[in-house]
């Protein structure tokens, strides 16, 4: 069992930055591929990046933005967000599964999300 906590949103203009934090319980964290989706009000969940052993994938609509990285060390996974646009907006969500990759129905676990807002 694996249990996520996300941390580090907020309200923030259009054009700044934010770094979330996963914080992640368990001794097995460095065996999964973990990513982080979000979703905002009335849409579905989407992908935004993910991480394994091999390197890092991104969503084309944050790729030169964001950056995915991991400290295995203290179980936590981040996700540096610059030049953020008011379309960023949602909650964003971390998830751990052995998988990974773009599909959210390859994680197993998440975490309960944090809110990101961009104003305009």
């Known amino acids: 069992q694996v249990q996520l906590v996300e941390s580090g949103g907020g309200l923030v203009q259009a054009g700044g930055s934010l770094r979330l934090s996963c914080a992640a319980s368990?001794?097995?964290?460095?065996?999964?591929?973990m990513g982080w989706f979000r979703q905002a009000p009335g849409k579905e969940r989407e992908f935004v990046a993910y991480i394994n052993w091999i390197g890092s994938t991104y969503a084309d609509s944050v790729k030169g933005r964001f950056t995915i990285s991991r400290d295995n060390a203290k179980n936590t996974v981040y996700l540096q967000m610059n030049s953020l646009k008011p379309e960023d907006t949602a909650v964003y969500y971390c998830?751990?599964?052995?998988?990974?990759?773009?599909?959210?129905?390859?994680?197993?676990?998440w975490g309960q999300g944090t809110q990101v807002t961009v104003s305009s």
């Open positions: 368990g001794r097995t964290f460095s065996t999964f591929s």
């Open positions: 998830a751990a599964g052995a998988r990974g990759g773009v599909d959210l129905n390859n994680y197993n676990f």
